[in-house]
């Protein structure tokens, strides 16, 4: 295998900085999609959002948004096995619209589809 002359490897190098600057203009769409994916959903009408401060919901560890949980007080949200534990997956819940809706343990207004409590029980 002969060594690549001077000319060969800065044409080349060109070509790399070229196709690397041109791909980045194919991920532009991916991520203004994703980030309208994470705009919120409107709460259904006549709903109010559960506060996370209502003495039932603190006392389940309740968050709107599963980041925001406690794992040293629940530790077992942390697992492997819980990554999908989520309220629109769990057996008290049931959807008002597609971000919202009821828990039977939180009654004082809707919960995020995407929250999560200490309550989470699978979905049968």
């Known amino acids: ?29 991916i991520k203004v999609f994703a980030k309208a994916a994470e705009k919120e959903i409107p709460l259904p009408p006549g709903e109010k959002k559960l506060d996370e401060n209502d003495a039932v919901a603190k006392a389940l560890g309740f968050h709107h948004n599963v980041k925001d949980i406690d794992y040293t007080r629940y530790p077992q949200r942390k697992k492997p096995e819980a990554k999908d534990q989520f309220c629109k997956n769990c057996a008290l819940y049931s959807a008002k619209n597609e971000g919202w809706g009821k828990c039977q343990m939180l009654a004082n207004g809707v919960v995020s589809a995407q929250g999560w409590c200490g309550s989470w029980n699978k979905k049968a």
């Open 1 to 29: 295998m002969s060594k690549p002359s001077r000319r060969e490897f800065i044409k080349s190098s060109l070509l790399m900085a070229g196709a690397v600057a041109f791909s980045g203009s194919f991920l532009k769409p």
